[in-house]
Structures are given as structure tokens and as C-alpha cells.
């Protein structure tokens, strides 16, 4: 190797390392909070800062995508032309659309309705997703994964395959212990706000005052349906963390173990940093069906509006079969773009 060699591969190292750096920042900023691949030296205080920032901005989205999970549709579909089929179709608008018609009838202020149980949501996350996530990282340290096989047989001319194949198994174990148990955690530490705030925001379709106020939602919830109101959709919700960590694992590992066989150093890096947000997207797309029903049993039997946008389910397998016989059981999943009518009469093949 000449002088020149040595060079280039020292720089494409060091632009991997980078790289590298670049795609843990990413992972903490944009991907899975409870991953033990990011770290996190927050305190208290800029828990609260993080959620009172992020909150009001994303709560708009959370608005009308929480709206069209309970069914609320308050503009009319309207005709748009597909070029490959060669016809008409009916779309609810998009987010744009749907946040134009609620600033149009109420003013922007209706998008902020429940902003506040929100927030308060969003700090009791943050800092019990810190709490946690330590703890469950310990735990996860005791597990028995060495006892992980690799193979049945163990020769030297596989040895490397083993242990290969070993460590990503203990690996995924690990990193799906340690998201689910931290996500399911959470969710029960929180589950009482995010019913408030679920509620808070549903309040938007019929103009209610009932659930308006953190204290005085609790109150409200407690004395008609006891503890278990505070906790109702758990059960979902606890589904959909526990899915979702086991998705984000296999893409996360299946994505590092491919960037390996990359043999140029700069496309090895792209692939680890978009690793977090392809197998978030992923993950969250194919486990939503879990949190729509969730949100959904959040309003159920309620006096709200909203309740009676659907029928009154039993139980969230109730409400899961009849929003998938329905054809509604990824209702509010893609909401950026004009949306689709799946059971129009006109939008028929």
C-alpha cells in the first residue's frame, strides 16, 4: 500500500466517524427516545423547555389526525383527476385543507383546544421516559443473552459466522427489551394525561367545556368512571409499543448489518444515518392500526360528540373489527396529502 492509500482510507475512515457522530445526533433528535443507542444528559429543566417547545408545534398535526381518527370529517370530498387511471376520484382534503376549514370557522385559536393537557403530557413523557430508560438498561445488562446460540455446531470454519451471528441476536434482544419495557412504562405513567388531552382535544367537534382544564378533567373522569376511565385504551396502546419496539429492532439491525457488506465508507454512514427515520416510519406505520384504536376507546361511551361519530364498542377488539370491516382501520394515518376514499361509491374500480 503506497502512501497515497493510506491517506485516502485514513480520510474515509474519519468521514465515517463523522458520519457516524452525525447519525447518533439524528438518533436522539429525530428517532427513538428510549433507544439505548442515543444518550440523553437533559435534567428536569430542559425536559420542560423541550416539551413546551415541541408541543405547540406539533400539536396542530396531533389535532386533525386525532379528528380524523374519531371520523370527523367537516369538509366535503372533493373531485381530483388521476392521470394513470384515467378518471375521477373523491379526496378528503389534507392537512393543509383541514386546518384552512377549522382557522376559516373558528378562528386558529381552535387549534390549540387542549394545548395544555398536552404539554403536560408531553414533560411527564420526557421525564419518565429519562427515568426509566437507566433502569431498564441495567435490567437488560442481567438478561442471560450469552446463552443466545449461534449454531448447533461449533467448528472453525464457522466459528466467525457464530459469533456473528450471536451478537446481532443479542443485540436485537436487548434493544427490544429495553424499548418496550421502557415505551410500556411510560405509557402507564402517562396514560391519564393522554386520555385528558385525547378528550380535551375531541371536545373540538361538538363545542363541549367538559374536559377543559387538567384538574378538573381528572375530577370529571374519575367521579363517572373511576380509575379505570383514566386507563381506558391501555390495553392497544401497551400492543402498539411493544410491536413497534420489536419492528424498529429487526429494521435497525437488518439496516447496520447491510451497511456492513457496503464496501465504500461514505455510503456505509448514509446508511446508518437514515436508519432511525426509515425503520421509525416503518414501524409506526404498520403498528398504527393499535394506536388509531387506542385513541379511539379514549372518547368511547363518552358524552362528547365525537363518542357518537362511531358506534359504542365493548371492547378495543370490537372497535378494531368494526374499523377493519369498515375499512377504516388506518383512518388518519397519512394526512399530508389530499386523502383518499376508500368506500366511496364513486371511488369504486
Avoid at 425503520?279 to 363518542?307: C, E, G, W
Amino acid at each position: 500500500m503506497n502512501m497515497g492509500d493510506g491517506e485516502n482510507e485514513g480520510n474515509a475512515v474519519q468521514l465515517e466517524r463523522q458520519l457516524s457522530s452525525a447519525a447518533n445526533l439524528l438518533n436522539a433528535t429525530l428517532g427513538n427516545s428510549f433507544d439505548s443507542r442515543s444518550v440523553s444528559n437533559r435534567n428536569v429543566i430542559d425536559h420542560i423547555l423541550y416539551a413546551l417547545i415541541k408541543a405547540p408545534v406539533i400539536y396542530p398535526f396531533r389535532v386533525v389526525s386525532t379528528l380524523i381518527q374519531f371520523g370527523y370529517e367537516p369538509v366535503e370530498p372533493t373531485r381530483h383527476f388521476s392521470l394513470i387511471v384515467r378518471r375521477y376520484f373523491y379526496y378528503y382534503p389534507g392537512f393543509i385543507g383541514y386546518t384552512r376549514h377549522i382557522i376559516n370557522e373558528r378562528g386558529w385559536r381552535a387549534l390549540y383546544r387542549g394545548v395544555g393537557a398536552a404539554i403536560l403530557e408531553e414533560v411527564m413523557v420526557e421525564v419518565a421516559s429519562d427515568f426509566i430508560r437507566p433502569i431498564a438498561i441495567t435490567a437488560a445488562n442481567t438478561l442471560p443473552l450469552s446463552e443466545i446460540p449461534g449454531s448447533n455446531e461449533e467448528t472453525p470454519d464457522n466459528l466467525d459466522n457464530i459469533n456473528t451471528t450471536r451478537a446481532t441476536l443479542v443485540r436485537a434482544t436487548r434493544g427490544f427489551f429495553i424499548l418496550s419495557l421502557s415505551k410500556c412504562f411510560v405509557e402507564i405513567v402517562t396514560r391519564p394525561f393522554h386520555v385528558i388531552a385525547t378528550r380535551a382535544l375531541a371536545q373540538h367537534v361538538g363545542e363541549e367545556t367538559l374536559y377543559s382544564g387538567v384538574f378538573r378533567a381528572l375530577r370529571q373522569i374519575y367521579n363517572d368512571e373511576g380509575i379505570r376511565g383514566l386507563y381506558v385504551g391501555l390495553t392497544p396502546a401497551l400492543l402498539y409499543h411493544v410491536l413497534n419496539s420489536f419492528l424498529y429492532e429487526i429494521l435497525i439491525v437488518t439496516i447496520e448489518e447491510t451497511a456492513k457488506l457496503i464496501p465504500m465508507a461514505i455510503l456505509r454512514a448514509g446508511f446508518v444515518i437514515i436508519k432511525v427515520p426509515i425503520a421509525s416510519y416503518i414501524t409506526k406505520s404498520y403498528t398504527y392500526p393499535f394506536r388509531l384504536v387506542s385513541n379511539v376507546m379514549s372518547v368511547n361511551s363518552t358524552k362528547l360528540v365525537a363518542a357518537s361519530l362511531g358506534p359504542t364498542y365493548t371492547s378495543w377488539k370490537d372497535c378494531w373489527r368494526s374499523l377493519k370491516t369498515s375499512g377504516n382501520l388506518f383512518r388518519g394515518n397519512v394526512m399530508l396529502l389530499p386523502r383518499f376514499i376508500h368506500n366511496h361509491p364513486m371511488n369504486q374500480l
